[in-house]
């Protein structure tokens, strides 16, 4: 995911980007930590739907846009 943002950022990063990713409720917390530090803010909410272990969730998270919540 890392490296789709920096393409995406390159591309279009003279634009405010608003990117949303499917993760896992397992989802590597140093993972999570290299997407989020590219992005100006993030926020993400795994839903208790499954069974623990099996949840998914969203991240949002803007690119050139101040201000939202850090995750």
């Known amino acids: 995911m890392a ?3 920096d ?3 390159a ?3 003279q634009r405010k980007l608003l990117f949303a990713v ?3 409720e397992t989802v590597e917390p140093g993972s ?3 997407v989020t530090a ?3 803010w993030s926020a993400m909410k795994v839903y208790d ?3 623990p272990g099996q949840n998914h969730g969203l991240l949002l998270a803007g690119y ?3 201000g939202g919540h850090d995750s």
């Open 49 to 51: 739907i499954n069974a």
């Open 22 to 24: 499917q993760v896992y």
């Open 64 to 66: 050139g846009v101040p």
């Open 38 to 40: 590219r992005l100006s």
């Open 32 to 34: 999570l930590a290299e």
């Open 7 to 9: 393409v995406t950022t």
């Open 11 to 13: 591309a279009l990063g």
């Open 3 to 5: 490296e789709v943002i």
